[in-house]
Each structure stands twice: as structure tokens, then as C-alpha cells.
T-cell receptor, first 109, second 116 residues
Framework: QQPVQSPQAVILREGEDAVINCSSS?????VHWYRQKHGEAPVFLMI?????EQKGHEKISASFNEKKQQSSLYLTASQLSYSGTYFCGTEAGANNLFFGTGTRLTVIP | KAGVTQTPRYLIKTRGQQVTLSCSPI?????VSWYQQTPGQGLQFLFE???????NKGNFPGRFSGRQFSNSRSEMNVSTLELGDSALYLCASSWDGAQATNEKLFFGSGTQLSVL
């Protein structure tokens, strides 16, 4: 039930854009996105519910395509503070959240 | 408002021993979930407790167990430790858990368990 994330790692220069993908083999009710900085707890970014809506958080936005059981996280004009590991969490109606293996994002000057 | 508190922060045990980890959720939160984090596997769901009842369980052996008290504090126990149990154990709290579908999780900083 663990969603699959891609890419596993990405290195960006400040100001560049990135896309992180998350896909599931099961029908989804919602997709959650979290960011974890090294040595810290994961921190909530956003939740997307069924309906294909797109949400935003500063220059970070995401989309959710429930027909394809996929979500994508878009990071535009990346900043050094965006560095960390991004996790998507998928909820397939079982009242619990399964997270992917994470995407390590490194932003360099 | 205090965040999610996990104790201890670090723990070193030897194979065969057992260990108990503690998690105090944010005041008012009734759902506590536990996750195992390892470099290759990401966040693996262990179980979720709500109002002192285990509501959901991941795919871990019976050596992993937990409980929740009336004040919503939760403990996780691992018996007969194996080398592969070395990991960061995170707990997360929310008011009603993922059941509400729009509930976000608040994570603690975790307990780093090393099994020698």
C-alpha cells in the first residue's frame, strides 16, 4: 500500500523548478505532503482531497488526479530553505496514512 | 501549545532485549500514529490508536505492540529486538486521525533506536 515516489533524489540550483511525483496502486481519498529537514520531524505542507484540486503553499503547489491515483508536488523558484526530504502520504479509505519512501531535494546556491 | 513529545530521544539496546518508547500528543489530540523510518524504506506505518483503542495496524510482526492511555499518551513496545529494528521511530498526533481525511499530522522528533 506504500505509494511510489519519483525521483528518489534531485539537486537544484536556487531559482530552479522541480516536480515530485507520487503514485498509488489503490484508489485514493486524499494525498498528504510533508517535508522533513535533516534531523527534524516531518512538517505538514498540504492535503489534497478527491476532486483534482490544486493547492498552494508559498511557491509550492500540488495537484491530485484521483483517476490516475497520482499526485505531483511543484516547487517553483526554489530556495535554499526548500532542501529536505519530501514525503507523500496516501489514504485509501482505511483511516490510516501510508507514506512513500521520500524524495531528497537539495538546493544549492 | 506544546508539540508532540517523544522520549527518550536516543536509545541503545542489544539483540533480544525489549524496549518501550513514549509519545505525548498535542493537548486535545486523540489519535496517535506510530511510524518506523529507515533510510531505504521511508516512513512505514506501524499502528494508530484512538481513544485507547488500536484502530489501524500496519504490516509489522507481533513483536511490535502499543497502547494508549486515557490521557491520549501512547507507548510503543518492541520485544526480542533484532538488528533490523534499528530505526527512527516517529509518532504523530491529530485530533481525529486520518479518518477525517482533512486531518494533518503533527510529528514528534522521534526516538532513534540502535540495536547492537
Amino acid at each position: 500500500q506504500q505509494p511510489v515516489q519519483s525521483p528518489q533524489a534531485v539537486i537544484l540550483r536556487e531559482g530552479e523548478d522541480a516536480v515530485i511525483n507520487c503514485s498509488s496502486s489503490k484508489a485514493l481519498y486524499s494525498v498528504h505532503w510533508y517535508r522533513q529537514k535533516h534531523g527534524e520531524a516531518p512538517v505538514f505542507l498540504m492535503i489534497l482531497l478527491k476532486g483534482g484540486e490544486q493547492k498552494g503553499h508559498e511557491k509550492i503547489s500540488a495537484s491530485f488526479n484521483e483517476k490516475k491515483q497520482q499526485s505531483s508536488l511543484y516547487l517553483t523558484a526554489s530556495q535554499l530553505s526548500y532542501s529536505g526530504t519530501y514525503f507523500c502520504g496516501t489514504e485509501a479509505g482505511a483511516n490510516n496514512l501510508f507514506f512513500g519512501t521520500g524524495t531528497r531535494l537539495t538546493v544549492i546556491p | 501549545k506544546a508539540g508532540v513529545t517523544q522520549t527518550p530521544r536516543y536509545l541503545i539496546k542489544t539483540r533480544g532485549q525489549q524496549v518501550t518508547l513514549s509519545c505525548s500528543p498535542i493537548s486535545g489530540h486523540r489519535s496517535v500514529s506510530w511510524y518506523q523510518q529507515t533510510p531505504g524504506q521511508g516512513l512505514q506505518f506501524l499502528f494508530e490508536y484512538f481513544s485507547e483503542t488500536q484502530r489501524n495496524k500496519g504490516n509489522f510482526p507481533g513483536r511490535f505492540s502499543g497502547r494508549q492511555f486515557s490521557n491520549s499518551r501512547s507507548e510503543m513496545n518492541v520485544s526480542t529486538l533484532e538488528l533490523g529494528d534499528s530505526a527512527l521511530y516517529l509518532c504523530a498526533s491529530s485530533w481525529d486521525g486520518a479518518q477525517a481525511t482533512n486531518e494533518k499530522l503533527f510529528f514528534g522528533s522521534g526516538t532513534q533506536l540502535s540495536v547492537l
